[in-house]
């Protein structure tokens, strides 16, 4: 459509989520985190006894349809629960890959992230939001760093929050959500044949932020 849109896709813990939220904000943009989706979907499936896996997909994709998810101000809410840090543990993430492999369940969250498609612009972080979801947005970058500083980073914000860690378990634990999401059969994580890729390794937030806006400003 008309309404502009900023793809941000990537591997986990590239920084996209971190790049995304500060390109909308300096934009004033909306910011679309369709990873949560899949998280929470993972989570509202746990906790109504599913099992995560294929024989389980119809029902897991009635649960995305309906899902009673509401973003505000940063924080996330399913139904009355806040499930906001819940949702970020390398566990659900985990979940999130296995649900997000299931086609039913991909199909069942297409219209809500379509629906944050609204003026003045978005910003959709995300895995396939180039590819599949947004494939007209006119600016489509993939963000990428290496193994090791993704490792790296992410073992800092666990321990910054007080969570322990060790640094070779999350390097395995990435590599193997990466290689589920990229060999998956519908929507593998990829960059789309348009988009921009950056690398992420050696950047500051600020730098990587300023390339994507420094991108954008040159296609207006
Ligand atoms: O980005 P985040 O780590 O929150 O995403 C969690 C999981 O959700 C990813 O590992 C991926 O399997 C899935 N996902 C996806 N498509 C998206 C966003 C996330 O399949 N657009």
Redesign the pocket.
Known sequence: GQIPVICI?GP??SG??TVAAEVARRLGYRFL???????ITAYAATQAGLIIDATHEARIAELARALPVHFDEGKIWLHKQEVTNAIRTEEA?MN??K???LPLV?LALVDLQHSFQRLPGLVA?????GTV?FPNAPLKVFLTASAECRAERRYKQLISKGISANISDLRADLEA?DA??ANRSV?P?KPAQDALVLDNSRLSVDEAVDQVIGWWRARQ
């Open positions: 896709d986990t813990a996209k989520g985190d369709s990873g949560a989706m899949y998280r993430g999130a890959s649900v997000s492999a991909r972080d995300g895995r396939d939001m979801i959500r589920r999401d929507a994580m």
